[in-house]
């Protein structure tokens, strides 16, 4: 797992289950020093967290905002803020300093990575031109997309969706949905929204109906993400019987899987379509 952006704000990340199960090793890029100091606090020895700053490999300047989950390479759009409530004073600079980036490319400390959570408020894009070589071993990116770009010069939803699209991954689900009031509407509660989206936290998976294009490990560790970070029993079974079809799995794993999350999900949702005969591409 790597968390580019792992500030320890907001709900839990996707990937909790799995580390408190200890299936899984975990790398997060966090540069606010406070942020930074308090995972290191908490952290098991399943963790490391590095203070690098992930982007395109050259200078940039780090804007540290009011709200820190809101710090970021890109200079915030007075004129989008404006429109939510709140969001002018979360939005202002505190500190403002030049670092250098790494490109995901070249961090070496990552020893593999299956599973991608970026949540860098509009750097996205430029991480993902610039990691191209460690993407194409991951099986799950979870990335933060604007629909109303707070920052100046933000690529928006479809930029994002394109870039991954080109890199051999498919939407498979908008999780974390940012709503909020529009401005002159406010009331006592800043989070209180009627319809306006703001942002979202969008799943993308490598493209399961192209099996040819995933190698063994790619597959199961799909199935494991899907299974133990969404839920996604149908994606971990569909998995599952690509395997079986390589006879990398042994047949009555298909079944097995079935008759686990039939008790999981109660029974009547669920139905083995196909586990007498494996999946055909």
């Avoid at 100091?37 to 690098?52: C, D, I, Q, V």
């Avoid at 300047?61 to 409530?85: V, Y």
Wanted: hydrophobic content about 40%; aromatic content about 8%.
């Amino acid at each position: 797992m790597v968390d580019i952006g792992a500030n320890p704000v907001g709900a839990d990340p996707p990937y909790k289950t799995m580390l408190e199960r200890r299936l899984c090793r975990l790398y997060g890029f966090e540069p606010q020093r406070a942020a930074l100091a308090e995972l290191n606090a908490r952290k098991s020895e399943l963790e490391t967290y590095l203070p690098y700053v992930v982007g395109n490999g050259e200078q940039a300047r780090l804007r540290e905002c009011f709200a820190s989950g809101m710090t970021s390479l890109l200079e915030p759009d007075p004129h989008m803020l404006k429109h939510f409530p709140g969001f002018i004073e979360w939005g202002r600079v505190v500190a403002d300093s030049r670092m250098a980036t790494r490109k995901l490319d070249d961090v070496c400390e990552i020893e593999a990575m299956d599973f991608l959570k970026i949540d860098v408020q509009g750097s996205e894009l430029a991480i993902f031109q610039n990691g191209r070589r460690r993407l194409a071993e991951a099986a799950v990116i979870q990335t933060e997309v604007s629909f109303a770009p707070l920052y100046k010069k933000q690529p928006v939803f479809g930029e994002i969706d394109l870039e991954l699209r080109g890199q051999g991954f498919i939407p498979h689900a908008l999780t974390e949905f940012n709503r909020r009031m529009i401005w002159p509407l406010h009331g006592t509660d800043p989070f209180a929204a009627i319809h306006q989206l703001v942002e979202a936290d969008a799943v993308y998976v490598r493209d399961f109906t192209r099996p040819d294009t995933m190698s063994d490990e790619q597959l199961r560790h799909l199935a494991l993400v899907a299974h133990h970070c969404y839920g996604s029993h149908d994606l971990a079974a569909i998995c599952i019987q690509h395997l079986i079809h390589r006879k990398t799995l042994e047949p009555e794993a298909g079944s097995r899987y079935f008759d686990m999350i039939r008790t999981t999900r109660g029974g009547s949702t669920v139905r083995d379509a196909g586990a007498a005969e494996p999946a055909k591409v």
